[in-house]
């Protein structure tokens, strides 16, 4: 297979798990609502690693290398605690706003992955990138203005701290790719999530009530879907060809916002999707490198 027909497959692939994601995340913002963003996060993590574990002992698999595990316990903290911040702050904004925040991310690991990975960052994704945050800018002044109460302004910052937190998982997420399968990356991401945020159980945990079972189950199949789909992804191309594809949870999470919770579009927010969609196709419209390994095939 090609170098570009690989990295448009890895991004279509992307793609699939960004939708997936985001469905769950109106899953979670429904459980975030009725218990909290810690219990919300902390039960899906859970039941999401007892399911993978299950898989995972019944295929034989063995125990990851300490420098493999180093890797799944830096992006489970860094994916912990950016969950919670994102959960704790979409409780509290419309989805479309919280998820627009959320793409400060991509442009930041575009440069984490020049930095970190010695990836070169190719005109095209920095036109695209750039194209793309003014439609987050157009987003955001449309959600400002529409609502701009205490909670409100609360409930961005914890999404912009979360997008901070979430660059350093995708740049983490692409060298675990590469050392991992899917499988065994979506097992210890929800594990090292769980483990860090049982601690404090005791003060801010709560059982899940029969009526969120449904719900919860739905999170947890979905959000390890989306890993997977993303894991395999990032092992198979540029960090920088991938990261504009977040953009396209913007237009998922309109459509989540508005048939789960109500929520409306302002022509704000169809003004910046449009810029969103045109800065990621410019931002992949060059052939790409191809990629380093072929991990987790």
Known sequence: MSAASSSLRAFLVAGAGIMVYTIMDALMKRLSIDSGAYNAVLWRSLTGAALCAVVFVARGRRWPAWAVLKLHIGRGV????????????LARVPMAQG???TFLAPLIALYLAAFFLGETIRRSAIVGSLVASLGVL??????VQADAST???????????????????LILLRRQAQAADPLEVALFSS?????????????LGAMPAPSQYATLLGAVVLGTASMMALAWAYARAEAQVLAPVEYSAFL????????????????YTVVGALLIVAGCIVAVRRRVPAVQSEAGA
Do not use: H
């Open 78 to 89: 860094a994916g912990g605690a950016s969950v919670v911040l994102f959960f704790w702050g």
């Open 99 to 101: 998820v627009a925040l």
């Open 138 to 143: 157009v987003i955001a002044a449309g959600e």
């Open 151 to 169: 909670q409100a302004v609360l409930g961005s910052l914890a999404c912009v701290a979360a997008s901070i937190l979430y660059a350093v998982s």
């Open 191 to 203: 594990l090292v999530m769980g483990l860090m945020l049982l601690p404090a159980a005791p003060w």
């Open 252 to 267: 998922w999470a309109a459509v989540s916002g508005w048939v789960a919770f109500g929520e409306t579009v302002s022509l």
